[in-house]
């Protein structure tokens, strides 16, 4: 399994400025990828996913872009602000025999955003 | 905007006791999850439950938890016999369809088992 530990990998960034989180994905299979923000004592909220056969979807101030080539998505933040600081995980739906997806999640990463 | 509800938000309990966390899904799912997040890691799968009964596990659910959907808008995860590993944070998610990119979830409940 991966090793995972209580340090994150973090992201700091002014107010206003643009940020961009990574995430490397291991299944080619997935069919959708989904990014989801995660602020303390909280449960995951849903920001935004894209399907496989996609390379880019925007929503509102963020994008999240999709290279299957290296296995790689990242969410951009346009314009960050104070309230996006939290820890921002990727994640894959997988559906295994039975037909019904899961959610495998990533890591996370914190994004502290200072005025 | 409709939400997931989870209760208790905090529960200790002591090692060997059960345990149920309760959730209320958004009213229009059909598709019921837990989760769990041991401090400090990454969000795991637990179990997925449709048309009133299990429809996929991980290798996390085994005997020791079991899920439950007791009336037409509470879905349950009991663990019986508490180990101190099972401290984490359990989050119920639901989703309107199969395919897993519009799973949302609920605050959480977090376990203490001491």
């Known amino acids: 399994g991966e090793n995972v530990g209580l340090h994150l990998p973090t992201l700091s960034v002014q107010e206003g400025d643009n940020s961009i989180i990574n995430c490397a994905y291991s299944?080619?299979?997935?069919?959708?990828f989904i990014w989801y923000k995660q602020e303390s004592g909280k449960g995951p909220q849903f920001i935004i996913d894209?399907?496989?056969?996609?390379d880019k979807r925007q929503g509102q101030r963020v994008t999240v872009l999709l290279n299957k080539t290296v296995k790689h998505l990242s969410l951009q933040i346009a314009a960050t602000q104070p309230g996006d600081s939290a820890v921002y995980f990727c994640?894959?739906?997988?559906?295994?025999?039975?037909?019904?997806?899961?959610?495998?999640f990533g890591k996370g990463t914190m994004l502290l955003v200072s005025p | 905007e409709p939400e997931v509800t989870q209760t208790p938000s905090h529960q200790v309990t002591q090692m060997g006791q059960e345990v149920i966390l309760r959730c209320v899904p958004i009213?229009?799912?059909?598709?019921f999850y837990w989760y769990r997040q041991i401090l400090g890691q990454k969000v795991e799968f637990l179990v997925s439950?449709?048309?009133?009964?299990?429809?996929?596990k991980s290798e996390i659910f085994d005997d020791q938890f079991s899920v439950e959907r007791p009336d037409g808008s509470n879905f349950t995860l009991k663990i019986r016999s508490t180990k101190l590993e099972d401290s984490a944070m359990y989050f119920c998610?639901?989703?309107?369809?199969?395919?897993?990119?519009?799973?949302?979830f609920g605050e959480g409940s977090w376990l203490t088992v001491v």
């Open positions: 998610a639901s989703s309107e369809n199969r395919s897993g990119n519009t799973i949302y």
């Open positions: 299944n080619s299979a997935s069919d959708y």
């Open positions: 894209i399907r496989s056969n996609m």
């Open positions: 994640a894959e739906t997988r559906r295994p025999l039975s037909g019904y997806s899961t959610l495998t």
């Open positions: 009213s229009n799912h059909l598709y």
């Open positions: 439950f449709y048309n009133n009964e299990i429809s996929e």
